[in-house]
C-alpha cells in the first residue's frame, strides 16, 4: 500500500490498573483492617506487660543500680541531642512548624531529663529532686508534641526564620528556667507532695491522650503521623501510667522507662525515616500513594510515549512522500523497489516497472492554471491507487513524471494494467466540467530480468519505452 507505515515500536506495557472486582475489594478491606488491629494491639502491648507486672511483681524487688541508671540516661542524653538535631534539619529544610515544635519538644525533654541522671547519686538524701526531672521533662516534651499537632499542616515557616538564633536561644532560656523551676520545687516542701509528681504523670497522660484524638479527629493521613506517632503517642501514655504505679528502682518504675524509651525510639525511627527520604513529616507518602502515583506518572509517560510515536510515525511518512499526491517520493520508492528486486532475484518471482508521464502537462498549467495542474496531479495518483494492489509502489519521480513498480507481474500483465491507468485517466480525471477535455499519458514498461538485471537497467528501459510511446503519438502503452 502506497501510504502504509511501519510499526517502529512494539505496543506499550499495560499499566496494571488497582484491583477492582468485589472479592479483591474484599479482600483489601479486611486487610486493612487486620492491618489496623495489629497496629492496635502493637500500640497496646505495654497495658499487657504493666498488668502482668502490677499482678505478679514483689514489692521487695528492686534494682538499684546507680551507674546502671547513669549509663542509660547518658544514653538516653546522646540519643535526644542526635535526634533533635536530625529534626531541626528537617525543620530547616521542609519548615513544618509541626517540625519546629517536634525538635523543641525532644531538646526540651532531653536537657530537662539530663539533671534526672545527674542527681541519681542523690537518689536517697533529696529523692524529689533526682525524682522530679523525669516527669517535668516528659510533661514538657508532650505539650511541645500536642501543639505541634495543633500547627500540623500549617503554612512552612519562611526559610530566613528557621534558624533565628533569638528564637533558638530564647527557648533554651525557659527551658533552663524549668530546670532551675524543678529543682526548686524539689527541694521546698511542695516536692515531697505526692500530687505534684502525679499532676504531672496525669497530666503527660492526657496530653498523649488527645493527641492520638486530634490525629484521628483531623483526619491527618500521613503514614509517619498515623503510625509512628499515634504508636509513640500511645506509649508515652501508658509510660505515664507505669511510672504512676511504679516506685523508684522498682520493676514497674524500671518498665515504665522501657516503655517510654520505646515510644521515644519509635518516633525518632519516624524522623529518621522522614529525614531519609522528603524531610518532611506530612509529604511522607504511604505506599498506595506511591503505587497510585507510580501510576499516574506511567500513564503519562506511556502517552507522551505515544504521542511521540505518532508524532515519529507522521514524520517518517512525511520523509518518505511526497507532499501533493501522497505517492511515495522518488528516495522512498528507490528503496523500497529495491528490497522488492532483491526479493524477485531471490524467489524468481517475476517484477515489473511502469514509467509514466502525463501529455502535455505544461499545456494544462498554461491553460487551466498551476492551480488545476496540481489538482489534475492528486487526482490523478488517487485514481491509479484504485486499480494498483496494495503491494505496487507508486512514486512520483518529479513535475508529471511517475514510476510504477508492480511485483508479481510480468511484462504482458503490467502492459494491461498500464493500459488499464491509461484508461482510468483518460476517463476518470476531471479537473474542469467539460467532458470533452479528457487527459492522456505515455507509459513504458520493462520487466526485471528480462529487461535488465538491476533496478537502474529497467528504469532506464521503461523510460526508453515511455519515449517511444510519444514518438508513436502519445496516450498508449509501449512494452517492447
Ligand atoms: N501544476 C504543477 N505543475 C508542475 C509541477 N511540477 C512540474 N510542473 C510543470 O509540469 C510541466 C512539465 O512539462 P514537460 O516536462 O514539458 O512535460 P509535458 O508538458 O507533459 O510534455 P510532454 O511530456 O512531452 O507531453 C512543467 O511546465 C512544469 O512547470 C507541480 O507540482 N504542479
Redesign the pocket.
Same mark, same amino acid.
Given at each position: 500500500m502506497l501510504l502504509d507505515s511501519t510499526q517502529y515500536f512494539d505496543r506499550p506495557s499495560v499499566v496494571p490498573p488497582p484491583d477492582t472486582g468485589r472479592i479483591q475489594r474484599t479482600i483489601r478491606v479486611i486487610t486493612q483492617v487486620y492491618s489496623t488491629f495489629l497496629l492496635v494491639l502493637f500500640g497496646l502491648l505495654p497495658l499487657a506487660a504493666i498488668a502482668y507486672l502490677s499482678a505478679f511483681q514483689s514489692p521487695a524487688l528492686l534494682f538499684e543500680e546507680h551507674p546502671f541508671h547513669e549509663l542509660v540516661i547518658w544514653v538516653a542524653t546522646l540519643e535526644g541531642l542526635f535526634v533533635s538535631y536530625v529534626t531541626w534539619r528537617c525543620y530547616k529544610h521542609s519548615g513544618e512548624p509541626f517540625l519546629r515544635w517536634l525538635t523543641l519538644g525532644f531538646l526540651g525533654f532531653t536537657l530537662i531529663y539530663l539533671p534526672h541522671g545527674l542527681f541519681t547519686g542523690m537518689a536517697h538524701e533529696h529523692m524529689w529532686l533526682f525524682l522530679l526531672y523525669g516527669p517535668a521533662s516528659r510533661l514538657f516534651m508532650g505539650v511541645c508534641f500536642f501543639v505541634g499537632l495543633l500547627s500540623y499542616g500549617a503554612a512552612v515557616d519562611p526559610a530566613g526564620q528557621r534558624g533565628r538564633v533569638a528564637y533558638w536561644g530564647g527557648w533554651l532560656a525557659v527551658v533552663g528556667l524549668i530546670i532551675v523551676a524543678v529543682g526548686v520545687i524539689a527541694l521546698s516542701p511542695l516536692g515531697a507532695h505526692p500530687a505534684v509528681r502525679l499532676s504531672m504523670e496525669i497530666a503527660s497522660l492526657v496530653i498523649a491522650l488527645l493527641g492520638i484524638v486530634v490525629v484521628f479527629a483531623r483526619g491527618i493521613r500521613s503514614p509517619l503521623m498515623t503510625t509512628f506517632f499515634t504508636l509513640s503517642l500511645a506509649f508515652f501514655a501508658q509510660s505515664s501510667i507505669a511510672f504512676v504505679l511504679g516506685k523508684p528502682w522498682n520493676h514497674m518504675w524500671w518498665l515504665a522507662h522501657v516503655i517510654f524509651a520505646s515510644g521515644f525510639f519509635l518516633l525518632s525511627y519516624g524522623v529518621v525515616s522522614a529525614y531519609l527520604t522528603t524531610r518532611a513529616f506530612s509529604t511522607v507518602l504511604s505506599q498506595e500513594e506511591l503505587m497510585a502515583q507510580l501510576r499516574m506518572s506511567n500513564a503519562r509517560t506511556e502517552s507522551a510515549l505515544a504521542e511521540l510515536r505518532a508524532t515519529h510515525e507522521q514524520l517518517e511518512h512525511q520523509a518518505a512522500t511526497d507532499w %501533493?499526491t501522497g505517492a511515495a517520493n522518488r528516495r522512498d520508492f528507490l528503496a523500497r523497489t529495491d528490497v522488492e528486486i532483491s526479493r524477485a532475484a531471490r524467489t524468481g518471482a517475476p517484477l515489473s516497472l511502469l514509467a509514466l508521464?502525463?501529455?502535455?502537462?505544461?499545456?494544462i498549467?498554461d491553460r487551466y492554471g498551476?492551480q488545476a495542474?496540481?489538482d489534475l %496531479?492528486k487526482k490523478f495518483v488517487s485514481q491509479m491507487t484504485t486499480i494498483l494492489r496494495p503491494s505496487d509502489i507508486i512514486g512520483r519521480f518529479?513535475?508529471?513524471e511517475f514510476v510504477i513498480a508492480l511485483p508479481d507481474t510480468t511484462r504482458e500483465v503490467a502492459a494491461n494494467i498500464g493500459e488499464r491507468c491509461r484508461i482510468q485517466l483518460e476517463n476518470n480525471v476531471k479537473i474542469v466540467q467539460d467532458p470533452r477535455v479528457k487527459f492522456g499519458m505515455c507509459i513504458g514498461v520493462a520487466e526485471f530480468g528480462l529487461d535488465g538485471n538491476t533496478l537502474e537497467q529497467c528504469l532506464s528501459i521503461a523510460d526508453e519505452r515511455l519515449y517511444r510511446a510519444?514518438e508513436a503519438g502519445?496516450n498508449q502503452v509501449v512494452a517492447m
Open positions: %501533493l508521464d502525463l501529455d502535455h502537462f505544461k499545456h498549467n498551476h495542474g496540481d %496531479l518529479g513535475g508529471d510519444k502519445r
